[in-house]
Nanobody
Framework: QVQFVESGGGLVPPGGSLRLSCVVS????????MDWYRQAPGKQRELVAG???????NYADPVKGRFTISRDNAKNTMYLQMNSLKPEDTAVYYC?????????WGQGTQVTVSS
């Protein structure tokens, strides 16, 4: 059973930075594309960034130039470096496998950008 454990969120002022981690188990991690999602209060979950098994990356327009997705296959871990954070980045951040996300989501990690 695939499991996702997100961590690294917190409360930061606008312009601050956070680095999120997603530890994955239950799959051969290196064989999977991976994605970060976020869900703000009262809004639909949205795709933030993705990274393929071969390290190709893509980003949603609102985070382009500010966020960087990466992975460490030896640690079964994906990361999201978030810089120049804005209040509109406030959300619970989740990870999942790409292409066909698992129905079993992790607990997410809360990111709050506020002064």
């Amino acid at each position: 059973q695939v499991q996702f454990v997100e961590s690294g969120g917190g409360l930061v002022p606008p312009g601050g930075s956070l680095r999120l981690s997603c530890v994955v188990s239950g799959i051969i991690f290196r064989n999977y594309n991976m994605d970060w999602y976020r869900q703000a209060p009262g809004k639909q979950r949205e795709l933030v960034a993705g990274i393929s098994f071969s390290d190709h990356t893509n980003y949603a327009d609102p985070v382009k130039g500010r966020f960087t997705i990466s992975r460490d296959n030896a640690k079964n871990t994906m990361y999201l470096q978030m810089n120049s954070l804005k209040p509109e980045d406030t959300a619970v951040y989740y990870c999942n496998v790409g292409v066909r996300p698992s129905d079993y989501w992790g607990q997410g990690t809360q990111v709050t950008v506020s002064s």
